[in-house]
C-alpha cells in the first residue's frame, strides 16, 4: 500500500498573513528541536495539502503555529505555500504542498528548519518528480526557502515520498534522509546542507536489494543509545506467493547507515523510551486487520512496540497493544484504525515517553469515521493500557461535537511548547466540516492530558479562508 492519504477537493488562497514572532536580536537561538524562531519554545506546522493556491486545486500549503510560554498560540501564525514570498516554486494543481514533512537544523545555526516533500512535483518536460524544499528557521520564523539542488539522484520518481532527519554518522551535523520510488529508494543527504541546497554528499542505499524491503516510509531516532541516529524503513517484503508489511531497522554509525534486524511492519511509527532505560523504542501502527500481508495488524488495528538494545533490536519480545488490551479505553472494532497515527512524548513530567495514538475510524454511538485519539502511558516496565486516556469530540471539555466522517484522531502530536516539561497533545480532524479540516490543543498536567482547557481552531483562524483543504492531513514540529 504505497498511500494512505484521501485527497478531496479543496479552495484556499495563501501568503505571508501575519507578523512573525521574533526573538530579540542579542539572543542566541535556543538550539530546541522544532524551535523554528529560535526562542526557545516549540513551534508546529500543519499541513493542509488540498488547499487551493492561486487558483490551483490541491496545490497545498502550510499553516504555523508559534509557541510561547503559555503553550501553541494560533494567533501567532503564518501561511506557506509556494505562492509565499521566498518559497521557491509555483502552486500547480495536484502538488499536495505539505503533505510529506518533517524538521531538523540543516545548517547548524541553532534554529530548526522546516522539510517539505513536493513528492508530486513534474520536473519540467522530463519523467522526474519530486523536489526537497527547505524552509530555512530564523529569528522572524520561517521566511526564505531552497529546493535542494546537488547532488541530487540519477533517477528520480516522487523523491520526497517520505522524509526524515538525523545525525546518522555522529559527525554532529544533522542529515536528510528521503524515500525516492525510483532506485535506490533511500537516499541520504549528508549534511551540513548550505542554503544554496547543497548537501556535503550523496549517498542513495537500495533496500529492496539490501533488506529485501521497499521503502515506503521512513523514521529517525536514537534506538542504541549511541547518540547517532537510525533509521526504520517501513514496506514491504516478498513473502510466499504475495508480499506482507514490514520494516527494517538501520543502524547508524561512523560510516553511515547499516541495515540491522527486521522488524514489525505498518504505516505509522515513531521511536522514543517509553521504559527509560536509555535506549529508544521502535512503535509501529498497522491500522488494518492481521492477516497474512499484514500480520501486525489487528482487530480494529494495532501497534507493536519493539524494544531498543546497545545492538539494535531487543530480545525482548515485542508487545502487540489494541484496544482490546487491558486499560485501554474503549474496544477492538473491525475498521476503527488504532495506529493510523502515532506521536510520543512525556506528558506528565515522569521521564517516561508517552505514546498518543489516532483511530480516525472509530465509531461513536451511531456515527462513523467519528475519531478517538488515546494515549498509553510509558512505564519502567514499558508501554501499558495502565492509566490510558481516550479523547474524542464528544469528550467534555473538547471543543465541538463528534460526527460522522469528521476523522478525529488523523494526525497527532505530543510536543512541550510551554516549555513545562511536559507535552501537549495536538490532535486533527481532517475531514472535519466535509474536509475542512481542524486541529485541536489539549493540555497536560500532572496527570497527564486533560481535556480541561483544550481549544480548537481550523484555517480561517491561522489567516487562511474557509475550505475543503484537509487542514490538519499532517503535524510537525
Do not use: C
Not at 492519504?5 to 528541536?33: I, N, Q
Not at 499536495?96 to 517539505?116: C, P
Not at 542513495?204 to 542504541?224: E, K, L
Amino acid at each position: 500500500m504505497r498511500k494512505r492519504t484521501l485527497f478531496l477537493a479543496a479552495t484556499l488562497t495563501t501568503g505571508l498573513l501575519t507578523t512573525l514572532p521574533a526573538t530579540p536580536a542579542t539572543a542566541a537561538p535556543s538550539g530546541l528541536s522544532g524551535d523554528f524562531n529560535g526562542d526557545g519554545h516549540r513551534d508546529l506546522a500543519i499541513a493542509a495539502p488540498l488547499g487551493k493556491i492561486g487558483g490551483k486545486t490541491a496545490a497545498g500549503y502550510v499553516a504555523v503555529v508559534y509557541g510561547t510560554a503559555n503553550g501553541l498560540d494560533s494567533s501567532k501564525h503564518q501561511i506557506i505555500s509556494q505562492a509565499t514570498d521566498g518559497i521557491p516554486g509555483v502552486p500547480e494543481t495536484q502538488d499536495y504542498f505539505g503533505d510529506r514533512l518533517t524538521t531538523g537544523d540543516l545548517d547548524d545555526d541553532g534554529y530548526t528548519d522546516l522539510i517539505v516533500g513536493v513528492h508530486a512535483e513534474h520536473i519540467g518536460s522530463t519523467d522526474d518528480s519530486g523536489v526537497l524544499t527547505v524552509v530555512w528557521g530564523g529569528a522572524s520564523g520561517l521566511k526564505t526557502a531552497t529546493d535542494m539542488s546537488a547532488p541530487l539522484p540519477e533517477n528520480r520518481n516522487e523523491l520526497g515520498w517520505s522524509v526524515a532527519t538525523g545525525d546518522f554518522d555522529g559527525d554532529g551535523d544533522t542529515d536528510l534522509a528521503a524515500a525516492n520510488l525510483a532506485y535506490p529508494e533511500l537516499n541520504i543527504f549528508k549534511g551540513p546542507i548550505s542554503r544554496t541546497g547543497k548537501a556535503t554528499e550523496l549517498t542513495g542505499i537500495d533496500t529492496s536489494a539490501q533488506a529485501g524491503i521497499n521503502t515506503d516510509n521512513i523514521v529517525a531516532g536514537d534506538v542504541t543509545g549511541d547518540g547517532k541516529a537510525d533509521l526504520l524503513v517501513m514496506g514491504q517484503e516478498e513473502a510466499g506467493d504475495g508480499y506482507r508489511t514490514r520494516s527494517v531497522l538501520y543502524k547508524g554509525s561512523a560510516t553511515g547507515l547499516t541495515a540491522g534486524g527486521k522488524l514489525a511492519g505498518g504505516y505509522a511509527a515513531v521511536i522514543a523510551d517509553v521504559n527509560k532505560d536509555g535506549f529508544g523504542d521502535i512503535v509501529t501502527g498497522n491500522f488494518m486487520e492481521k492477516s497474512a500481508t499484514e500480520p501486525n495488524g489487528g482487530p480494529g488495528g494495532a501497534i507493536t512496540v519493539t524494544y531498543g538494545a546497545a545492538g539494535g533490536l531487543s530480545t525482548r519480545t515485542p508487545v502487540r497493544i489494541t484496544q482490546d488490551t487491558t486499560g485501554v479505553p474503549g474496544a477492538a472494532e473491525r475498521n476503527d484504525r488504532f495506529g493510523w497515527s502515532l506521536s510520543a512524548g512525556d506528558t506528565n513530567g515522569d521521564g517516561y515517553a508517552d505514546i498518543a495514538v489516532g483511530a480516525p475510524y472509530e465509531v461513536i454511538g451511531s456515527l462513523k469515521q467519528a475519531g478517538t485519539v488515546t494515549v498509553l502511558r510509558g512505564s519502567a516496565s514499558g508501554l501499558t493500557g495502565s492509566g490510558a486516556k481516550s479523547f474524542s469530540q464528544d469528550t467534555a471539555g473538547v471543543p465541538g461535537t463528534a460526527e460522522a466522517y469528521d476523522s478525529f484522531g488523523y494526525a497527532v502530536r505530543l510536543t512541550d511548547a510551554s516549555g513545562d516539561g511536559r507535552a501537549e497533545l495536538v490532535a486533527s480532524a481532517s475531514a472535519e466540516n466535509t474536509a475542512d479540516g481542524a486541529v485541536w490543543l489539549l493540555k497536560s498536567t500532572a496527570s497527564g492530558v486533560t481535556a480541561t482547557g483544550s481549544k480548537s481552531f481550523g484555517a480561517a483562524t491561522v489567516g487562511g479562508p474557509a475550505g475543503d483543504a484537509y487542514f490538519g492531513d499532517v503535524l510537525a514540529g
